[in-house]
């Protein structure tokens, strides 16, 4: 029943959260937030390109463990049921149902359906909502390597800027001379990264804004489940 009350309490709130959610999504998918490789090169495909891949593996461990449990806990009630026909004996996976006799079929069968199909549900929006913050906390992370990147070349790509306008040929030497760059390069570099830093700041904002209260729910009841179990033990 905890579950089910966190489960529906995280719906609702993902349910009033759905268009700030949706400004989020597109705003990650929009400058400066995409690779530039006028400003950080190979290497922040590379890092997007390691974004992508960490969170996908992510999503694809978390899908693997839910099935599993939902799978290993479905198969312990149907090999009970088939073991015994003495319905003492039968159980159901997330726990008994009083207010139905299940102890003939198919009334025990039906529920058994109606509970797995149930709990499936909520078990997979309870971790798709999870996941979504997963992820947008994740490519901020890596939006902050981006812009750790960016800092430390601003010296080159300023000397590179500079070297276009006045149509030069680039040195190899990674020894900058700061001395040769005019101000206007340097600060026009230095604005780029002042104003990618605070649109990071401002994302990250957002998901705080966004997850901060689904993620309170879900620490609350988690410790609530916890406090319980340990109650009882003690008992």
Not at 13 to 42: H, M, S, T, W, Y
């Amino acid at each position: 029943n905890r579950i089910l009350l966190t489960a529906i309490a995280k719906a609702i709130g993902v349910l009033q959260k759905r268009f700030q959610i949706a400004k989020l999504l597109e705003a990650l998918e929009r400058k400066p937030f995409l690779p530039d490789i006028e400003r950080g090169g190979e290497v922040e495909v590379k890092l997007v390109n390691e974004c992508v891949w960490i969170t996908n593996l992510q999503s694809t461990v978390y899908w693997i463990v839910l099935f599993l449990t939902i799978f290993f806990g479905v198969t312990f009630a149907i090999f009970k049921r088939i073991k015994s026909s003495d319905p003492r004996n039968w159980e159901y996976p997330y726990g008994p149902i009083t207010i139905i006799n299940v102890t003939y079929s198919p009334n025990f069968e039906i529920i058994l359906a109606y509970q797995v199909a149930g709990m499936s549900c909520y078990a997979g929006y309870f971790s798709a909502s999870d996941l979504l913050a997963a992820t947008a906390l994740a490519h901020i992370s890596y939006q902050f390597k981006i812009l750790q990147h960016y800092i430390r070349n601003i010296r080159k790509s300023c000397y590179k800027e500079m070297l276009e306008d006045k149509n030069m040929i680039e040195n190899n030497d990674s020894n900058y001379d700061t001395s040769l760059i005019p101000w206007k390069y340097l600060k026009r570099g230095l604005t780029r990264i002042v104003e990618y830093h605070l649109a990071i700041i401002n994302i990250a904002e957002e998901v705080e804004s966004i997850f901060s209260g689904l993620l309170l729910v879900v620490f609350i009841s988690t410790l609530a489940m916890v406090a319980l179990v340990i109650y009882r033990l003690s008992l």
